[in-house]
Structures are given as structure tokens and as C-alpha cells.
């Protein structure tokens, strides 16, 4: 595959940049934290860059903090976050270049994709039984992203607040001591797809990489049809 170059933005652990890697990309993150794991990482405030420097790139994915619209914001003693996806988003189509951005459910998206783990065939197995990842994460973009159908299925295993948990009372899930006896980092890593080790408040807030490897593809493939669209045109 012809090498194109994205930049993440808000890279966090690298769940999205694994992503674009796995589809041919190589992959620039920006984080005002950083990343112990990402060879390419800059330490920046994401909304302090130049549309020229996103210029640079073939495509730009932003990841902006979700906690402004996490089911969690809404619960009692909950501080109040910021919402950078204006800002975000006006960064972006200032510099002109394709983009992806991406957030949970409920956040103020324009005609968003929803991708579920349910559709990659995510999730891990612990004492004989299948727990599927769902995670439906909204994608924003301004090429077409396809979404192949949920496929609900199995019992639910959740990842967040840094805990990984079995979603499914039947299965024993619903309680504090889920998974009794399992690695549940390891549990974690496998059920996201990550090859790369990360802690579990990490993996909690991270894309799984299945999702940007699919939206890479599909950006792969508008790219294709625009260039053959344009080339019979000039015919």
C-alpha cells in the first residue's frame, strides 16, 4: 500500500494510531501529555497548532476528551469538563484537510457513524464464555465511513473507570467481583484488540483499534474513487 501520513490528535495510549498502522498509515500523534508507547508522539496543545502544520497530513483523526458527555458527567458530584469539539472541529476545516473525529454517544457530532466492537468481533473469553465488546464510539467525517450491522449477541463485557466488568447478570456480572481469578488487564488487552500494554485508566477511555483500521480503509478507498472520478473527468 502507497504510505499516507495521519496525524492523531489527542493520541492518548495509541488506540487509534495502532489502528491506522495496521491499515498502512504512518502515524504522528499529538497529546498534551503524551505517550510512553507512540515512537511519534508531540507534546502540544492540540488547539494551539496551525492549520498549516495539519496541512502536512493526507488525513487528520481528533479523539477530543468525552467526559463532557460521558453518561458519568451526569452523576452526582460530577465535575464540569469542557467541550472541544467546536473548537476542535472549526481547527480542522480550516486547514481543509479530510478528517475523522471521534467521541462517545451523546456528543454533538455532525451525522455521525456509529462502530460497535460487535461488528470487528471484539471481546475476550473467561471461563469458557465469550464476552463481547460493544463500545459504540460516534465518528464524524468528511468522507463516507460504511458501518457493517451490531451484531448483539454474546453477554457484555465493559471497560471503564479503569476497571474491566461482566455486564451480564446471568453470567455473574452486575456485582464488585467480577471475573473472580482472571487477569483482568490481560482480559482487557485482548477484548480491545491492543498488542501494546497500557494501564487500565489508559485502555478505559481508548478507541479500539479495529474501529481506525476499518475508517483507514474505507478513507483508502474514497481516496481511490475520488482520484479515478477526477482522472476520467479530465479525460
Not at 58 to 67: E, N, R, Y
Not at 173 to 190: I, S, Y
Not at 196 to 211: F, G, K, L
Request: hydrophobic letters at 40%; a neutral charge; charged letters at 20%.
Amino acid at each position: 500500500m502507497t504510505p499516507l501520513r495521519v496525524i492523531d490528535l489527542y493520541s492518548g495510549c495509541g488506540g487509534a494510531g495502532e489502528g491506522y498502522t495496521r491499515a498502512g498509515f504512518d502515524v504522528y500523534g499529538i497529546d498534551i501529555l503524551g505517550h510512553r508507547n507512540a515512537a511519534q508522539v508531540a507534546v502540544a496543545d492540540v488547539l494551539k497548532l496551525s492549520p498549516r502544520l495539519l496541512r502536512l497530513f493526507d488525513l487528520v483523526h481528533a479523539s477530543p476528551p468525552c467526559q463532557a458527555h460521558t453518561d458519568l458527567n451526569h452523576a452526582k458530584g460530577a465535575k464540569a469538563h469542557a467541550d472541544l469539539i467546536p473548537a476542535t472541529r472549526a481547527l480542522l476545516k480550516a486547514a481543509g484537510v479530510p478528517y475523522v473525529i471521534e467521541n462517545v454517544e451523546g456528543a454533538p457530532l455532525e451525522d455521525p457513524v456509529v462502530l460497535c466492537g460487535s461488528m470487528f468481533g471484539l471481546g475476550a473469553e473467561a471461563g469458557g464464555t465469550f464476552y463481547q465488546l460493544r463500545r459504540h464510539r460516534l465518528f464524524e467525517a468528511s468522507f463516507p465511513i460504511l458501518a457493517p450491522d451490531c451484531r448483539h449477541t454474546s453477554p457484555v463485557i465493559g471497560l471503564y473507570g479503569g476497571h474491566v466488568r461482566c455486564r451480564s447478570a446471568r453470567h455473574g456480572g452486575r456485582g464488585t467481583r467480577d471475573f473472580v481469578g482472571v487477569d483482568k488487564p490481560a482480559l482487557a488487552h485482548a477484548a480491545m484488540g491492543f498488542t501494546e500494554r497500557v494501564t487500565m485508566d489508559e485502555i478505559s477511555q481508548a478507541i479500539p483499534p479495529a474501529y481506525t483500521e476499518h475508517i483507514g480503509k474505507c478513507f483508502r478507498a474514497w481516496l481511490a474513487l475520488e482520484g479515478d472520478a477526477r482522472g476520467r473527468f479530465a479525460a
